[in-house]
């Protein structure tokens, strides 16, 4: 019993390191994507084509000394980067691999209801910073991350119902690439994704030409960090739940659907908020009611 516990953290750990290093170069890999696509180079200083640059990044900021608003809740203030970057960490806890302990039966409701805890701490950075722009970053953000949830939840309905299954595993779609048959499911999947990851050109809870930076623009040093690798985890959190129920766990995909998150960015401007949230009510939550009423249809006639 002790071994299982002792091989259970070390599961634990493993993970959370590869999490925190895929963090560290996925930064590197945005920054180079951005400056060739730019016309420019990326970070090519710091060690052999730049390779050290995360590492040279993160001992700046974590060095660095860390000021707060002097009205803050600095209690509160402090505690919601290291929450959000705990519950980024927790989202990889369902990651399928045939030798760790957890057995989570509805892994993918447990994605679900911990990715919703987000909100609470982007709406927490804002609201007790006691900053005008960090506050109306956070009533963005509220809004905007409610709204596509509810239809990413309809959304990954219709392949779960087809699939009979809450298991986050390799094995979901293996037979056939959902990615594929539903084509149209995943670009909507895909839009909610960057809805709910706050990125560009969806990144309305920051927005700099409007919000100075949104949520965050309090914060510096650490906790400009700690927000900052939240939110690269929960995107390859998503890109992982992605590469299994759309590609039925085909590990090449996973490469391609980090690369158009900054793809993305580097390609499109920023929407207006009023035709964002109008696109999830009007188009979205329809659309996604009619296909999960026919797979539920189809479903019951198999049966």
């Known amino acids: 019993m002790l071994w299982l516990v002792v091989d259970g953290l070390l599961c634990c750990f493993v993970i959370v390191l590869v999490v925190l290093l895929g963090v560290a170069f996925f930064t590197l890999l945005e920054r180079k994507i951005l400056g060739y696509g ?8 710091v060690g052999f084509v730049g390779l050290l640059q995360p590492i040279s990044d993160a001992m ?9 608003p002097y009205i803050s809740n600095w209690v509160f203030f402090l505690a919601s980067p290291v929450m959000a970057l705990s519950f980024s960490l927790l989202l990889w806890m ?46 963005r953000a509220v809004a905007q991350m409610i709204s596509y949830e509810v239809g990413m939840i309809l959304i990954i309905l219709c392949l779960v119902i087809y699939e009979s299954v809450y298991v986050v595993n390799v094995n979901v779609g293996e037979l ?23 990125r560009s050109p969806l990144d309305f809870a920051e927005a700099e030409s ?45 490469f391609f659907l980090i690369v158009y998150f900054l793809w993305v960015r580097v390609s499109l401007p920023r929407l207006l908020y009023d035709k964002l949230m109008m696109l999830v009510w009007k188009v979205y939550l329809p659309c996604s009611l009619n296909v999960l009423i026919f797979v539920m249809s189809f479903s019951f006639m198999n049966y």
């Open 94 to 139: 369902i990651y399928p691999l045939k030798w760790y302990w957890f057995d989570f039966e509805y892994g993918l409701l447990f994605f679900f209801c911990v990715s919703s805890f987000g909100v609470y701490f982007v709406v927490g950075s804002g609201w007790f910073s006691n900053s005008k722009y960090a506050v109306l970053g956070s009533y």
């Open 210 to 254: 409007e919000l100075v930076s949104g949520f965050n623009v309090e914060y510096g040093a650490g906790g400009f960090a700690l927000i900052f690798m939240s939110e690269y985890g929960v995107i390859m959190a998503m890109s992982m739940i992605t590469m299994i129920y759309f590609f039925g766990g085909y590990y090449v995909m996973y």
């Open 60 to 68: 700046k900021l974590f060095t660095k000394e860390y000021s707060m």
């Open 38 to 45: 730019q016309v420019r180079k990326g970070p090519n200083k």
């Open 176 to 198: 056939f690439w959902y990615g594929c048959g539903y084509f149209f499911l995943l670009i909507m999947w895909l839009v909610c994704c960057l809805a709910e990851t706050n």
